[in-house]
């Protein structure tokens, strides 16, 4: 009898553990199993609908709609490829299975800034590898060249150029710092002689200082990050083969008597992530499911941790993830979300605790708020 009662509890242990490692989904490479999302008792019908009537306003000519978005930028030019996008396209994830869907999810378009979580998840790689020992630590101790020389640069650390708080000066494939989505309340003769801030004291959201990021990471893995990239996450998560990560025409190193192109961490000179929904949506469940992809642990929880930790000088900014507070918080959408954001109404949205991701294609960018109302509101 008490054999029988004891093979009766590890039959039921069995189950439970089964239960319990099936509660996330994962997508192999050939399919992604749908399920109606009335059996999660949510309706994300209204949600798409808006997605659908909400298009993003510009030209679909990219190359137009780049030129016309970043026209106060002073020497501002194409630097990089570009490619006419299509129409809006979404898909809404529980549980790793899609409960909505709407557009073309395999057509790969730009993604723009939302490449800065992509560029900022190489650099969790690197740390996680030994190649970046600290956050803390100053990049000057790690790029030999002048890009961090100097009184103000030398004092730059990772973290501040992954929270976008370093005030970096230079000039980099052909960009000055200080022409990057400058201050509209002053003259080209201002914004050449500003005041430097102390690195770690000021937000600025700016495209040249993210390359320099890309450009020191290149550096310590002596490989393209797009390679890094596949090679440690998007064939693990079993991402398509149609996503490229671009850089620009002169944005070319030579390391070990190779050429490698240094990638850009957004579109808004060409280049960045071109990428298709569906593979956003598996980069945004790996995130979700807290660095762990069907018990294969590709970043590590504390990496992620890190990474959203608000800055402390902008509480809505991690390393390069957007979270959901301060001038960034989504009425009635809980504080834990985070998301990646990106010209043209491009988005990865992150719900941790109610096993939740939404992306966005082409939504116009002013109505995000009310698109995540919408679904929040039918949860």
């Not at 494939?173 to 914004?191: K, T």
């Not at 693990?236 to 671009?246: D, E, K, L, N, V």
């Not at 988005?347 to 966005?360: G, Q, R």
Request: glycine share 10%; net charge negative; aromatic share 14%.
């Amino acid at each position: 009898m008490k054999s029988l009662k004891y093979t009766l509890y590890l039959f039921i242990c069995t189950i439970n553990f089964s239960l319990s490692g099936q509660d996330i989904y994962f997508p192999s490479e050939d399919e992604w199993q749908e399920k109606p999302a009335s059996e999660y008792n949510i309706d994300p019908s209204e949600a798409i609908e808006f997605a659908l009537n909400n298009e993003y306003s510009e030209s679909r000519d990219l190359r137009q709609a780049i030129l016309k978005g970043f026209e106060q930028e002073p020497y501002h030019e194409i630097l990089g490829p570009t490619k006419k996008r299509g129409g809006p396209a979404g898909m809404i994830l529980k549980n790793g299975y899609i409960i909505g869907k709407w557009g073309d999810i395999e057509r790969v378009d730009m993604t723009f800034s939302v490449t800065k979580s992509f560029l900022a998840t190489t650099a969790l790689l690197a740390h996680q590898q030994g190649l970046i020992n600290s956050f803390d630590d100053h990049l000057d101790e790690y790029i030999w060249d002048n890009t961090f020389e100097g009184p103000h640069n030398s004092k730059i650390t990772w973290e501040h150029l992954l929270q976008q708080t370093s005030d970096w000066s230079g000039q980099l494939w052909g960009g000055f710092d200080w022409a990057d989505r400058p201050s509209s309340s002053q003259n080209i003769d201002q914004w050449r002689g500003r005041e430097l801030k102390e690195p770690g004291t000021t937000f600025e959201y700016n495209d040249v200082r993210v390359n320099v990021l890309a450009y020191s990471l290149l550096n310590i893995f002596r490989k393209p990050l797009p390679a890094v990239l596949r090679d440690e996450i998007m064939d693990p998560i079993g991402a398509s083969s149609t996503w490229r990560w671009y850089g620009y025409d002169n944005s070319w190193v030579p390391i070990d008597g190779l050429n490698m192109q240094s990638v850009s961490g957004g579109g808004h000179s060409g280049g960045g992530m071109f990428i298709n929904t569906k593979d956003m949506a598996r980069f945004g469940l790996l995130y979700m499911n807290n660095g762990s992809w069907n018990g294969k642990q590709l970043l590590s929880p504390g990496s992620i941790k890190k990474a959203m930790e608000p800055s402390a000088v902008n509480e809505s900014y991690g390393y390069m993830w957007w979270l959901n507070r301060g001038d960034r918080k989504w009425e009635n959408v809980p504080n834990h979300v985070f998301y990646a954001a990106g010209f043209g109404g491009n988005f990865i949205v992150v719900d941790t605790e109610n096993d939740l991701v939404v992306v966005t294609r082409w939504l116009e960018p002013s109505k995000i708020g009310e698109f995540i109302n919408l679904l929040y509101q039918n949860l």
